[in-house]
């Protein structure tokens, strides 16, 4: 009996100086911060290989061991997790658990090309990038968007992320919020509009965010737009043919580039260009969907970024000389 009580007390003490020894022992890492990413549905056993082959200078079986120890098995979260010199396997653990993921983010503004947003993702070290080496069409294929144009499907937000995230995977999530606005946008449209699909009603969302200087004028905007359609007049909108130049456009549009037909120049061909022109945000789409009532056709920037609006061209003539030509 004596016996067996001395074991049962040395096996505590073992224990006990087992358990105090994780706690507060740092463990070596491969780098003085370390960023692991664990995968989603990733069991006690794969995170703690994910541990080492990460650079956490203890065994599998060892890491496995104190989460079992720790009572971790079940509560593993999935995402990236930084680590820092000095940290014991107790302490990384109990990260793993709490889910204290290391995040970054990315903002998409409103009015952002594809390109630009592509440009973005690429200088954001925190992802990795599967998209870089590929082409518009070939992104939209591995997003399950084969055959369709990448512009205006990617909703303006800051998207937060684990870091070590794949950049496709946030593009997906910013395409699935795009259609989730455009959805809701299209839904609780005014009846009666000039507008045959949601797809349309990005389009004209798209040139409105472009055109609007001052908020306060976007639906006044987009009512013009909606009235010209109805009238079969073309839009005659400048950002149209600035994106329909592309990279030959070096910030002066001069007259020869209005007359230069492309599909999108909306002063040479009829109706909505066959795109978006950019990524218009959840005031323009609203704006798109319930319009202003107006009789005006015409609008001209005043140079405080607010538009003078017309409902005649010897009105809006005026105002050009009024408000552009310093007449």
Known sequence: ????????????????FTVLLVRLWPVPLAEPQ?????????????????????GVGAPAWVISTVGRMAGLASSIKAGSYEFDQGLSLWAILRKLSSGDTSQADLL??????????????????????????????AIMT??????????????????????????????????RAMQKQLHTAWAGREAGLPLQTPYELLILASIVEKETGAAVDRAQIAGVFINRLRKGMRLQTDPTVI???????DGNLRKAD????TPHNTYTRNGLPPT????????????????????????????????????????????????????
């Open 243 to 249: 994106y329909g130049l592309g990279e030959r456009f």
């Open 1 to 16: 009996m004596k016996f067996l009580a001395k074991f049962f007390v040395a096996s505590a003490l073992v224990a006990g």
């Open 142 to 175: 591995r997003l399950g968007l084969a055959g369709q144009a990448p512009e205006g499907w990617f909703f303006p937000d800051t998207y937060r992320f684990d870091k070590r995230s794949d950049d496709l995977e946030l593009l997906a999530r910013a395409h």
């Open 34 to 54: 370390l960023l692991v990413r664990i995968p989603a549905g990733a069991s006690l056993r794969v995170a703690a290989q994910t541990l080492q082959d990460g």
């Open 258 to 261: 209005l007359q230069r037909d």
């Open 108 to 137: 998409i503004v409103e009015g952002a090309s594809f390109r630009e947003i592509r440009t973005k993702l690429n200088a954001q070290p925190a992802l990795i990038h599967t998209t870089q080496d590929l082409n518009d069409a």
């Open 276 to 327: 978006p022109i950019c990524m218009p945000g959840e005031a323009s789409l609203l704006a798109a969907a319930h319009p202003a009532k107006t009789d005006a056709l015409y609008f001209v920037a005043r140079g405080d970024g607010s538009s003078q609006f017309s409902a005649t061209l010897d009105a809006h003539n005026q105002a050009v000389n009024q408000f552009q030509r310093g007449k």
